[in-house]
C-alpha cells in the first residue's frame, strides 16, 4: 500500500510538473505570436497603406491633370443646366475621378487580402470576415458623401525600436536660488513634482507585462497599444464577453471624460479559449496606462482592488524634463505662499506684541492703582535727573501708628553707588493720611529700590513690602556707554520633570514653559533642564544634538541641547536606564529596581553636575515640586563651596500633596519660595512642611500662554473671535461643537467638562452638575479620563447611561484629546470646575480666555481667579476687575445646585447680560503678564538674600 502510494504520489507530482510546463509554454507561444502579430500586421499596414495612399494621389493628381488639359477638338456646344459635361472618353470628371479612386481601393483591398493570406493558421470565417469588411469599406467611400480627412499621428513603431523622447520645447521659467531659504524652497519644489510622478501606479515598474496572464506590446505615447489577456485564471473565465477599461496617469487622464475608455475586447485569433486582444491608442500625455477588465456587468478583474498598471516607454526621460520645468512653476509658489505666510505671521507678531505692550501697561497700572494704599510717586513714571516725591501711608503696613517714618533706598537694584537716605518723611498735607519724601533720579539709573522704617538706625522696624522691597522703574537713564540705562538681564535655568508639551503630565509643565517663555520675552536668558525620557513627543523639538557628558552617579550621563518653542532645553539621558522605562511617573510600580523619588533624586543632582562641569553660573536655579526639590540643599552643601557659586534657588510648590519632607527640606535651603496662587499659599501656610519658613514664601497666581490659548488665532475652533466678535464666534463654536459631540441644535446652554477624572477634581460635584444641567434643559459635554481603572469603568457605565437617556443632550468624552479641549472651551457657555482643592487651575482661566463663564467651587487658585457675579462686586473691584463667573463652597450637593443654578437661570432671563458677562471675561488679562512680572521681583530678591548659613548665623 505504501509503495502504490507513493507511486500515485510521484505520477500525480509529474502530472503537475507536466501542466505547469505545458501552460507556461502556451504563455510563451501566446508573447511570441503577440509580438510577431505586431510586427508583421504592422509592417505590412504601413506598407500597404503607404502604397494606397500613393496610388490615390495619383491618381487624384492624373485626374485633375486631364480636367486642366487643352482639348484639341472644338469645344461643343455649351450643356444645359440638367446635362453633364463629359470626358475625351465619354465620362464627366467626377464620374472620372470615381473610376481612379475605385482602381485604388480595389487595389489595396487585393494587397489587404494577400497581407491576411500570410498569416498562418487564421480561420476562413476570419478571412471572409475581413474581405466583407473591406468590401463594405470602398462601398462607403463610393457614397457621394465628401470623404473624411483624417490627420495621422506619427508612424507606429515597432516594438523592439528604441523609443527616445524628444526634448521639451517649452521655454523654462527663470528663477533665481539664493540663500539658504531659497535653496530649501526650490529643494522642496522639485521634491513635491517628483513625488508627485512618483507616486503614479506603475511609474518605476519595467516596460512590459509584470502579469502572468496579461500580454502587451510596445507602450508609446501617441501610439497604439496591443494588449492580449487570458481569462482562464481570473474572475471573468468563461464569459462571452470581456469589456476592457482603460485611463493613464493614475486615471487621472481619460479618453472618454469623465470616466476611462470601454472598449469591447476581441477574441485573439489563433488562441486558446478565453483569450481576448484590444489595441488602443496611448495619449501623448500619459506615463502610466491604468487597466481593468469586465464582463460588461457586476464582475470586475480589478487585480485585487489594486487595477493594472504599465510603464509607458520614455516616461522617466519625460519626467525628468518635467520635473524641472514643473519644479520651477511650483518654487515660485511656494515663495508666494511663504511671503503671504510671512506677512500674515508679521501682522499677527506685531497684533501680538502690541497685545503684550497694552497688557504690560494696564498690569504696570493696575499694580500702581492696587498700591496707592500704600504709596504712589509724583510723576507715576519717574524720570533719570528728576525730581521724584514718594506719597507713603504707614496706617496700611506694618509702620501702623509709629511716630516717625524713615525712607532709605539706592537705585538700579541696589547696585548703584548712590544711595538714598534714610530721609524723613514728611505730612503729606490736604488731609491725606500720607507721608512723603523727595529725592533727585540720578542720571543713570532705571530703577529705583527703597523701604520704609520707622527709624533712622540700622536697627529699626522695616516694611519692605514683605522681603521684596519696593520698587519703581525710572525712564530716561543714560549708562556709562552713552546708551539708554536699562536693568541687566538675569541667566534663570529651571530644573523640572515636566516640561509642555514634550513631557507634560499636569500643570507643572505648562508652568515651566510659559513662564520661562515670558521671561525669556522680558530680555533674560532662560534655560530649562529635563530628563530625556524615551517617551518625550520629538514632533515638538528642534534642533537636538548631543553636545557633551560626563560620568557621574556611577554611569555615563549623555547631554542633549535642543529647542522647544524656543526656549533652550538640555536634556539629561542617564545609561543607567532611569528614564527610559516608557513613563514619567509611575516607576514604583513597575518590575524595575527603582522607584520616582530614586529617579528623581538622581536627576537633581545629575543638573547641579552639568551645571558645574559646563562652566555656568546662573543668577537663579529655580526648582519645581518635590521632584526637583533635592536641587536646594545640594546646591549648597555639594556644589556651592566647589566652583558652582553666585547662585541663588528659588523653590516653588505646586502640590503639596506629595513628597511633604523633601519640600520642608528645599523651603529650608531656598532663598524665596512660591506657591501657584495667593488662597492657596494661606491654605498651606500651617503646614509643617512651610510654616517654620513663612517668611521667605509667598503665592504668586499662574498664568496661561497668551500666544497658545487664542481664540483670534486658534486654528482648532471654526472661526477667530475676540471680545468684539464673542457673540457670533461662540455661536459657531457651540455649533461645531454639538456637530462634533453628536447633540441636536436646541435653544440651550452649553456646560463643559475638561478635567483628570480624580476625586481632587470633585467627581462627585462633577456628576451631581451633570445631572442638574441635564434636567434644566441644558446640554452637557465631558472630556477627560481617569487614571484608576475602577473609575474610568464608572464613567464608562454613567456614559452608557446618559446616551441611552440624554442621547441628544449628552456626551462624554473619556480619553485625551487636545483639539476637542480648543473646541470645548470655545463652545461651551458654562466650565465646571467643582475641585475640592486646586493649587491654581488653569481650565477657569482658559474659559475665560474663549469667552466661557466659569462655575467653581471655592478654593486655591479657583477663588483668586473667579468673582461671583452676585457675591464677589466688591472683592473684584479691589482688583480693579468685574465678576466673571459663579462660586459655590462646600462640597455637598446643595452648593453646586446653588452655583449652576444661577448660571442657567442668568442664561435663560439676561442673554443680554450673559453675552456682556462673556465679554467681560474674555478683556480680563490673565496671561504670564503680571505673574512674570511678579517672579521677576522675587528673583530680584532672592539674589540680595542671604545664604542658608547666613541666614542661619542672623538668626541666632
Not at 90 to 100: Q, V
Not at 257 to 279: H, I, R, S, W, Y
Not at 533 to 543: A, C, H, P, Q, R
Not at 937 to 955: D, Q, T, V
Request: charged content about 25%; aromatic content about 8%; some cysteine.
Amino acid at each position: 500500500a505504501e509503495a502504490e502510494a507513493a507511486a500515485l504520489a510521484k505520477a500525480e507530482a509529474e502530472e503537475a510538473e507536466r501542466k505547469a510546463r505545458e501552460e507556461e509554454e502556451e504563455r510563451l507561444r501566446i508573447e511570441a505570436e503577440a509580438a510577431a502579430e505586431v510586427a508583421i500586421v504592422q509592417t505590412e499596414e504601413d506598407r500597404l497603406r503607404e502604397e494606397a495612399e500613393q496610388a490615390a494621389a495619383a491618381a487624384v493628381a492624373a485626374a485633375a491633370a486631364a480636367a486642366r488639359a487643352p482639348k484639341k477638338k472644338p469645344e461643343p456646344p455649351a450643356p444645359k443646366e440638367d446635362e453633364v459635361q463629359l470626358s475625351e472618353e465619354g465620362m464627366d470628371p467626377e464620374s472620372e475621378f470615381r473610376a481612379a479612386a475605385d482602381r485604388v481601393r480595389q487595389n489595396a483591398a487585393e494587397q489587404a487580402a494577400i497581407a491576411a493570406r500570410l498569416q498562418e493558421g487564421e480561420a476562413v470565417e476570419i478571412e471572409r470576415a475581413e474581405e466583407a469588411e473591406a468590401a463594405v469599406e470602398v462601398e462607403a467611400e463610393l457614397e457621394p458623401e465628401e470623404p473624411e480627412i483624417e490627420i495621422p499621428l506619427e508612424p507606429e513603431q515597432d516594438d523592439d525600436e528604441e523609443y527616445v523622447a524628444e526634448p521639451s520645447d517649452e521655454v523654462p521659467i527663470e528663477i533665481s536660488v539664493e540663500g539658504e531659504q531659497e535653496e530649501e524652497e526650490w529643494r522642496r519644489a522639485q521634491e513635491e513634482i517628483w513625488n508627485m510622478y512618483n507616486s503614479l501606479p506603475g511609474f518605476n515598474q519595467p516596460l512590459g507585462s509584470p502579469y502572468k496572464h496579461i500580454v502587451v506590446g510596445a507602450i508609446i505615447p501617441g501610439r497604439k497599444m496591443r494588449l492580449t489577456y487570458d481569462a482562464t485564471t481570473t474572475c471573468l473565465s468563461g464569459r462571452p464577453e470581456v469589456h476592457f477599461h482603460i485611463g493613464f496617469n493614475g486615471w487621472s487622464v481619460c479618453d472618454n471624460p469623465p470616466g476611462p475608455l470601454e472598449v469591447l475586447m476581441a477574441p485573439a485569433t489563433g488562441k486558446k479559449k478565453n483569450t481576448f486582444t484590444v489595441d488602443v491608442r496611448v495619449p501623448p500625455s500619459a506615463l502610466t496606462v491604468d487597466v481593468v477588465m469586465s464582463d460588461g456587468g457586476q464582475t470586475w478583474d480589478n487585480n485585487g482592488r489594486g487595477d493594472y498598471h504599465f510603464s509607458v516607454a520614455g516616461a522617466e526621460a519625460r519626467v525628468a524634463q518635467a520635473v524641472d520645468l514643473r519644479a520651477r512653476e511650483r518654487y515660485l509658489e511656494i515663495r508666494e505662499e511663504r511671503m503671504v505666510e510671512d506677512r500674515a505671521n508679521a501682522e499677527r507678531l506685531t497684533r501680538v506684541k502690541k497685545a503684550k505692550a497694552e497688557s504690560k501697561k494696564t498690569s504696570l497700572a493696575l499694580m500702581r492703582k492696587l498700591r496707592q494704599k500704600v504709596f504712589y510717586s509724583d510723576p507715576e513714571e519717574p524720570r533719570a535727573g528728576e525730581l521724584v516725591t514718594i506719597y507713603y501711608s504707614p496706617s496700611s503696613t506694618n509702620l501702623r501708628g509709629a511716630k516717625e517714618v524713615f525712607m532709605r533706598g539706592s537705585w538700579n537694584r541696589w547696585q548703584h553707588e548712590d544711595m538714598i537716605g534714610p530721609i524723613r518723611m514728611v505730612p503729606a498735607g490736604g488731609g491725606q493720611p500720607h507721608l512723603k519724601a523727595s529725592v533727585v533720579c540720578p542720571t543713570d539709573a532705571h530703577t529705583m529700590d527703597f523701604v520704609f522704617s520707622d527709624s533712622a538706625a540700622d536697627v529699626a522696624k522695616y516694611d519692605n513690602n514683605q522681603q521684596l522691597d519696593y520698587h519703581l522703574p525710572v525712564t530716561g537713564g543714560i549708562d556709562a556707554m552713552g546708551k539708554p540705562a536699562t536693568p541687566p538681564p538675569m541667566h534663570v535655568v529651571h530644573v523640572s520633570v515636566e516640561m509642555a508639551p514634550v513631557a507634560k503630565v499636569g500643570g507643572l509643565g505648562d508652568v515651566v514653559t510659559a513662564l520661562g517663555r515670558a521671561m525669556m520675552e522680558e530680555g533674560h536668558k532662560v534655560e530649562v533642564i529635563l530628563p530625556k525620557y524615551d517617551t518625550l513627543k520629538y514632533d515638538s523639538i528642534e534642533d537636538m544634538h548631543e553636545i557633551s557628558g560626563f560620568q557621574w552617579g556611577g554611569t555615563y550621563n549623555h547631554v542633549f541641547e535642543c529647542k522647544i518653542l524656543g526656549l533652550t532645553v538640555f536634556l539629561i539621558e542617564p545609561e543607567n536606564g532611569f528614564f527610559g522605562c516608557g513613563t514619567i511617573y509611575g516607576a514604583d510600580w513597575l518590575d524595575i529596581p527603582m522607584t520616582d523619588s530614586e529617579r528623581f533624586g538622581f536627576f537633581s543632582k545629575a543638573a547641579l553636575e552639568f551645571l558645574l562641569q559646563s562652566g555656568r553660573r546662573p543668577d537663579i536655579i529655580h526648582a519645581h515640586d518635590w521632584q526637583t526639590a533635592p536641587c536646594a540643599k545640594a546646591y549648597w552643601n555639594d556644589y556651592e563651596p566647589y566652583g558652582l557659586d553666585g547662585s541663588k534657588l528659588i523653590f516653588t510648590i505646586h502640590n503639596l500633596d506629595f513628597g511633604k519632607d523633601l519640600v520642608a527640606e528645599a523651603m529650608e535651603y531656598s532663598q524665596r519660595a512660591t506657591t501657584v496662587s495667593p488662597t492657596y499659599a494661606n491654605e498651606v501656610a500651617s503646614h509643617p512642611s512651610v510654616a517654620p519658613f513663612i517668611g521667605k514664601f509667598s503665592g504668586i497666581v499662574n498664568g496661561i500662554d497668551a500666544d497658545f490659548w487664542d481664540p483670534n488665532n486658534d486654528p482648532l475652533i471654526p472661526v477667530p473671535f475676540d471680545a468684539s466678535t464673542c457673540v457670533e464666534g461662540k455661536a459657531a463654536a457651540k455649533q461645531a461643537l454639538r456637530s462634533r459631540s453628536n447633540l441636536r441644535n436646541a435653544d440651550a446652554p452649553l456646560v463643559g467638562v475638561v478635567s483628570r477624572l480624580t476625586t481632587q477634581k470633585g467627581i462627585h460635584l462633577i456628576k451631581r452638575g451633570i445631572q442638574v444641567a441635564l434636567e434644566r434643559g441644558c446640554q452637557v459635554v465631558l472630556l477627560g479620563s481617569a487614571p484608576d481603572p475602577k473609575m474610568q469603568e464608572s464613567w464608562e457605565s454613567l456614559a452608557g447611561e446618559l446616551a441611552h437617556q440624554y442621547n441628544q443632550d449628552a456626551r462624554l468624552f473619556l480619553s485625551y484629546d487636545e483639539p476637542l479641549s480648543h473646541l470645548i472651551y470655545a463652545g461651551s457657555d458654562m466650565i465646571l470646575v467643582p475641585s475640592m482643592f486646586e493649587p491654581c487651575g488653569l481650565s477657569q482661566l482658559i474659559s475665560m480666555r474663549y469667552g466661557t463663564i466659569p462655575v467653581v467651587r471655592r478654593t486655591g487658585g479657583l477663588n483668586d481667579t473667579v468673582f461671583d457675579v452676585q457675591d464677589d462686586v466688591g472683592r473684584a473691584e479691589q482688583f480693579g476687575l468685574t465678576p466673571n463667573g459663579f462660586q459655590f463652597e462646600g462640597t455637598d450637593e446643595g452648593g453646586i445646585d446653588y452655583a449652576l443654578n444661577r448660571g442657567i437661570d442668568y442664561w435663560y432671563n439676561n442673554r443680554r447680560g450673559w453675552h456682556q458677562l462673556a465679554e467681560n471675561a474674555m478683556r480680563q488679562d490673565w496671561s504670564w503678564t503680571r505673574p512674570c512680572l511678579a517672579y521677576q521681583e522675587l528673583y530680584h530678591a532672592a539674589r540680595k538674600a542671604p545664604k542658608p548659613s547666613e541666614e542661619k548665623k542672623g538668626m541666632q
